[in-house]
């Protein structure tokens, strides 16, 4: 039972480097989200897909664009990295099927820009 | 704009030692209301959800309370495996697709 898969766990990238981070759900799930966790401030929503082909901004889009690949998966990649993006990343799907309208999240990818 | 204020930002009680998390909040309209429980390193547990005020859920030692202004989060006799960042978020009716999120209670139950 994986639930939300997240990878890679951690990553270290300079300066104006490019990456993509990668989400999977095993559930079901229609609606998917990205979040950032930096201490003190929570969690962020940075973009979120109601259903597969769909996708909308949240509180902190700026310098990331994501990619809602097919229901299972959703990625999020950064294009020219900055030290500011230094964050733990996490997905989530929701469990809006069942009324419960709960989300699951994974492991969190930690990633630090120099 | 909607908003959640947790108090305080880290407890640390003895083993044993009742307490309470406090989350305020500011909504248009409340949908829910969220408990989660994260430990190091890893991402966020579901606890709780509550939907109206009055309303009172309970797992093994915690129990969380909802009014229209503010959850309680209530550690009964805790463990140190208690020991964990603790999360309220609210969905908005509005805003039905997201989660906002307090900054957590950091809570340290020592043996």
Redesign the interface.
């Given at each position: 039972n994986a639930g939300?898969t997240q990878t890679p766990k951690f990553q270290v990238l300079k300066t104006g480097q490019s990456m993509t981070l990668q989400c999977a759900q095993d559930m079901n799930h229609n609606?998917m989200y990205w979040y950032r966790q930096d201490p003190?401030?929570?969690?962020?929503?940075i973009y979120?897909s109601?259903s597969e082909g769909t996708t909308?901004k949240?509180e902190v889009p700026n310098g990331y664009n994501v990619s809602r690949l097919n229901k299972r998966e959703f990625s999020l990649r950064l294009e020219s990295a900055a030290p500011s993006q230094t964050s733990v990343y996490?997905c989530?799907s929701?469990d809006r099927e069942s009324g419960?309208?709960?989300?699951?999240?994974?492991?969190?990818t930690r990633l630090s820009v120099l | 704009e909607d908003q959640v204020t947790q108090s305080p930002e880290a407890l640390r009680l003895q083993e044993g030692e009742s307490s309470s998390l406090n989350c305020s909040y500011t909504v248009s309209g409340l949908r829910g209301l969220f408990w989660y429980r994260q430990d190091p390193g890893k991402g966020p547990e579901f606890l709780f959800t509550l939907y109206s005020a009055g309303e009172e859920k309970e797992k093994e030692r915690l129990k969380a309370t909802l009014t229209k202004k503010e959850s309680f989060l209530h550690i009964t006799a805790p463990k140190p495996e208690d020991s964990a960042t603790y999360l309220c978020a609210v969905q908005a009716v509005l805003g039905a697709q997201k989660l906002v999120f307090g900054q957590g209670t950091r809570l340290t139950i020592n043996p």
């Open positions: 939300v609606s003190g401030m929570g969690l962020r929503l979120y109601a909308d949240g996490f989530a929701r419960k309208n709960i989300q699951y999240f994974g492991a969190g | -």
